[in-house]
């Protein structure tokens, strides 16, 4: 597997890697990598003839109080986990690379980026859809693979790849891929690793209060009262506070008050001893 630091050296190895027409997957991360971001790898490496990773842990999409510097980085490790995955070329940016002095652009999408985590993280999905439409310019792949996991965030670059009438890679051509689970149901991700032990054990709570309430949704409990009992049942297992707890239409992520035979999606995200976590599954109508 090459490294690339340099856009120079990225265009060079990409360049040899297309040559003879082969396919190419990008599959972007902040790094910290687990084994949600490799079924990614390993999903990409089954659709695509070369995978090329990202890892740039991007300060735009970060707030003021949030976790940038704290973001855990570990690049050695990270490359080794992707080589062994067969990944082809690694690209690893410096911030200054990324966002050189006089960079003025902001690439804004409406709509399914407002409300759930783009209420509570203003700039945050501003932030991803820059950086991602970055990345496939400069990887141009034929294919990208996003995880379900950030679902309000695949939402947001499909609907940008969509209406900025991207061809490499084409809406239709950004896949997302379930949400790896851990084996007691919480979802794989980079922060779980600032839980404590008590917190850690605590969080599992999250997938099985959401599945409960999902049960009972589409057996036709009142969607507010159901919402609600998942609240007090993460805030009574330990978890300090609920910043959302939605039903919301697949597609529009538009807050449901019933099913209407469309598909439906819950999405929450709420906090544990000061980490933020969040997920969703289907819900079907
Ligand atoms: P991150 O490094 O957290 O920005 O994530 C990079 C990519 O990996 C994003 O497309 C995420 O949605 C995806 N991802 C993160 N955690 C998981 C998971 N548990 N299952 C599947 N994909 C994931």
């Not at 390993?42 to 990202?54: Q, T, Y």
């Not at 080794?80 to 995955?85: D, I, K």
């Not at 995880?147 to 969509?162: C, H, N, P, T």
Request: aromatic share 4%; proline share 4%; net charge negative.
């Amino acid at each position: 597997m090459q490294t690339a630091h340099s856009l120079d050296v990225l265009r060079t190895n990409v360049s040899k890697l297309r040559s003879g027409g082969a396919r190419i997957g990008l599959v972007p991360t902040m790094g910290a990598l687990h084994e949600g971001h490799l079924t990614l790898v390993r999903r990409a490496l089954e659709e695509c003839d070369a995978v090329v990773a990202s890892i740039f842990v991007n300060p735009t999409q970060f707030g003021p109080n949030e976790d940038l510097d704290a973001y855990p980085r570990q690049l050695a490790q990270d490359a080794a986990m992707l080589e062994s995955e067969g990944c082809a070329l690694l690209w690893a940016p410096e911030a200054s690379e990324m966002y050189p002095d006089g960079f003025v652009t902001n690439i804004a999408v409406t709509g399914v980026s407002e409300g759930l985590c783009g209420a509570d993280r203003p700039g945050h999905f501003d932030g991803v859809a820059t950086v991602v439409n970055k990345l496939f310019n400069q990887v141009l792949p034929d294919m990208a693979f996003f995880g379900e996991k950030d679902f309000q965030q695949l939402a947001v670059i499909r609907s940008m790849a969509r209406d900025l009438n991207l061809s490499l890679p084409h809406v239709h051509s950004i896949i997302g891929v379930p949400t790896v689970r851990e084996a007691d149901g919480l979802a794989m991700s980079s922060r779980n690793r600032y839980l404590s032990k008590a917190n850690r054990q605590a969080a599992a709570i999250l997938p099985r209060a959401m599945k409960s309430a999902i049960a009972a949704i589409e057996a036709g409990s009142d969607v507010a009262s159901c919402l609600t009992q998942l609240e007090g049942a993460l805030i009574e297992a330990g978890f300090d506070s609920v910043d959302y707890a939605v039903l919301a239409d697949a597609t529009s992520l538009k807050a449901l008050e019933r099913l209407g035979g469309k598909p439906a999606r819950l999405l929450v995200a709420a906090r544990i001893g000061g980490t933020r976590l969040i997920d969703n599954m289907a819900v079907s109508s």
